[in-house]
């Protein structure tokens, strides 16, 4: 089976700091994802990387930097945290097209989730 | 742009009872797919089903089916005899296979099923 961990399942800190929130997965997939849940607003993505280095902008990605330094590693990084930075965060990997057949249509499989709070 | 909404914020069943959760998306697209996610309180996102817009027939999961309407851009989940292990947050999401895996959610519905 296919594992995605999450370093913290809670996770508080204060208005102002770098925080990172780290993601490790164990199938040797090439994508990886990062998304924040909001109540009525479901999954947003903010940053997704297809490769070593490789990073590309999701839908809001203002406020937060990635790092993928090595393939099962993907961190998400709030470089001065804000109280509208308060949220459930989830890490998603999955296959990249051409990693097999029907690489493109498979799902994403997801960490945990960490519950920040921003004080 | 795509889209996805999910119009039923909160729904609640009895065991052993049918409920349908609704979805609706927006695409321009040709080649896509579909997906529902459940996400228990335990909080991990668990794959449903997927749906492949190329193909006619629903698909099916045990207890689980969809209802894919592709003119009407409808992609309703089904679930049959209600368990309180189905009680969870449940996402419908879209992908376009040129956009390697890229996924666009709903906001969610809240499903409860009542002893």
């Known amino acids: 089976d296919v594992k995605v961990t999450q370093s913290s399942r809670y996770l508080v800190k204060r208005t102002g700091e770098k925080v990172f929130l780290e993601c490790v997965q164990d199938?040797?997939?090439?994508?990886m994802f990062w998304y924040r849940q909001d109540p009525g607003l479901g999954l947003r993505l903010i940053y997704f990387?297809?490769?070593?280095?490789?990073?590309e902008k999701g839908d809001i990605p203002e406020g937060y930097s990635v790092s993928r330094e090595k393939k099962e590693r993907f961190s998400l990084i709030l470089e001065s945290a804000s109280t509208n930075q308060t949220s459930m965060y989830l890490c998603?990997?999955?296959?990249?097209?051409?990693?097999?057949?029907?690489?493109?249509?498979?799902?994403?499989?997801f960490g945990d989730g960490t519950r920040l709070s921003i004080l | 742009a795509q889209t996805v909404t999910q119009s039923q914020p909160e729904m609640s069943v009895q065991e052993a009872e049918t409920v349908t959760l609704s979805c609706t998306y927006d695409?321009?697209?040709?080649?896509?797919?579909l997906f529902w996610y459940k996400q228990p309180p335990s909080r991990q996102m668990i794959l449903v089903i997927r749906?492949?817009?190329?193909?006619?027939q629903n698909a099916t999961e045990n207890r689980f089916s969809v209802n894919f309407q592709k003119a009407a851009k409808s992609f309703s989940l089904k679930i049959s005899d209600s368990q309180l292990g189905d009680t969870a947050m449940y996402f419908c999401?879209?992908?376009?296979?040129?956009?390697?895996?890229?996924?666009?959610f709903g906001q969610g519905t809240e499903l409860s099923v009542k002893p």
């Open positions: 998603a990997s999955g296959l990249h097209p051409g990693q097999g057949p029907g690489a493109s249509n498979q799902p994403q499989h």
């Open positions: 199938m040797d997939h090439e994508n």
């Open positions: 990387s297809y490769d070593v280095k490789m990073k």
């Open positions: 695409t321009s697209e040709n080649n896509y797919y």
């Open positions: 749906q492949e817009a190329y193909k006619q």
């Open positions: 999401a879209s992908g376009v296979y040129n956009q390697g895996g890229k996924l666009i």
